[in-house]
């Protein structure tokens, strides 16, 4: 959140160079406060573990948030109770001409596909192409993000060796970002996945801008210039034990998986894995509901 400060404090100068939020009274006493609409389109098989990581996050600021869990249409959705999809979700039909301040378009582990081989992948593409005039910003998580980087710029999704499969150190490569703000040097975030993005299409996509980069596991936070789209090609989301919970699943399943990358104590899978990026996915969290969603969108959402 911002500090308040009086209008002509010299500190104002000093704060702003710094990257620290500051609101002068002019601006504080103008606005008005309202509760955030943020939709997620939950894309995960496993829905009820991926609507906690996720309000986990999201519940973490002084923000109140209120949240529309958005589901696709006539898909069967195996892993969950048809109850709990029946009660908490609702279809793109019902909320199309509604607005939203947020939204969340998360992964789903059809990245073996190509996009259109997807069975929702038309259905996904309204909703991309309607979040443009009807919400605020658009934060995609992993391979939610590649297909926004696909629909929205062109960018194409590549098949990796192996599976990126850690945890893995990041720098920050474009700074001062608002996006950025509090975020150390170097952070550590969780990546879980079988493809990336062509670097080179990115690289010469000149409404993108790439935050922050790892040497290993190459771009993973991805902005449009206004903050329109963010995109996020690891998974902030996870908790401490998801990793090794899919190390487990594919071990005990006749998979080859690689042991996690920097995850386990010692690379030893008998020891409990240490948490290293809790803080920064909150972080990250918090200064887009912040300073992508509520500093930007209007009082009167139907304006967005």
Same mark, same amino acid.
């Given at each position: ?7 002509? $404090? ?6 702003? %160079?710094? +990257? ?15 509760? $955030? ?5 939950? &894309? ?14 999201? @519940?973490?600021?002084? &923000? /109140? ?9 006539? *898909?069967? *959705? ?5 109850? *709990? ?5 609702? #279809? ?31 259905? $996904? ?10 919400? #605020? ?10 297909? @926004? ?19 893995? /150190? *990041? ?30 299409? $990115?690289?010469?996509? %000149? ?21 329109? !789209?963010?995109?996020?090609? @690891? ?25 996690? =990358? ?12 240490? +948490? #290293? ?14 300073? =992508?969603?509520? !500093?930007? #969108? ?7």
């Amino acid at each position: 959140m911002p500090i308040k400060i009086p209008n002509n $404090l010299p500190a104002t100068k000093t704060l702003t %160079k710094e +990257n620290i939020f500051v609101m002068t009274e002019n601006r504080a006493v103008k606005q008005d406060i309202r509760p $955030l609409k943020i939709a997620i389109l939950n &894309l995960m098989p496993f829905k009820i573990s991926a609507e906690i990581q996720l309000m986990r996050l999201l @519940g973490n600021t002084p &923000l /109140q948030v209120d949240i529309d869990l958005i589901k696709i249409k006539n *898909h069967e *959705h195996k892993h969950t109770p048809p109850e *709990h999809m029946a009660t908490f979700y609702k #279809t793109f039909d019902e909320i199309k001409n509604s607005k939203y301040d947020g939204l969340i378009i998360n992964g789903a582990p059809v990245e073996n596909l190509a996009f259109t081989d997807v069975i929702y992948w038309d259905e $996904l593409c309204k909703i991309m192409d309607w979040s443009t005039t009807n919400v #605020t910003s658009t934060l995609h998580i992993c391979w939610g993000a590649m297909a @926004g980087l696909n629909y929205h710029y062109g960018i194409d999704k590549v098949m990796l060796d192996f599976k990126m499969f850690g945890i893995f /150190q *990041h720098k920050i490569i474009s700074k001062p970002k608002i996006l950025l703000r509090g975020f150390s040097d170097t952070f550590y975030a969780p990546h879980s996945r079988w493809s990336g993005i062509d670097e080179n299409q $990115l690289a010469n996509c %000149k409404d993108l801008e790439v935050l922050a980069y790892s040497n290993r596991a190459g771009s993973y936070l991805i902005s449009s210039k206004r903050g329109k !789209q963010i995109f996020v090609l @690891g998974h902030p989301e996870y908790e401490t034990t998801r990793i090794a919970d899919e190390y487990n699943r594919d071990k005990s399943e006749g998979k080859s998986i690689n042991l996690p =990358y920097n995850y386990y104590p010692n690379d030893d899978d008998k020891l409990k894995p240490v +948490n #290293t990026w809790n803080a920064h996915s909150n972080l990250l969290f918090a200064n887009w509901l912040n300073y =992508y969603v509520y !500093q930007i #969108t209007p009082f009167d959402v139907m304006k967005i």
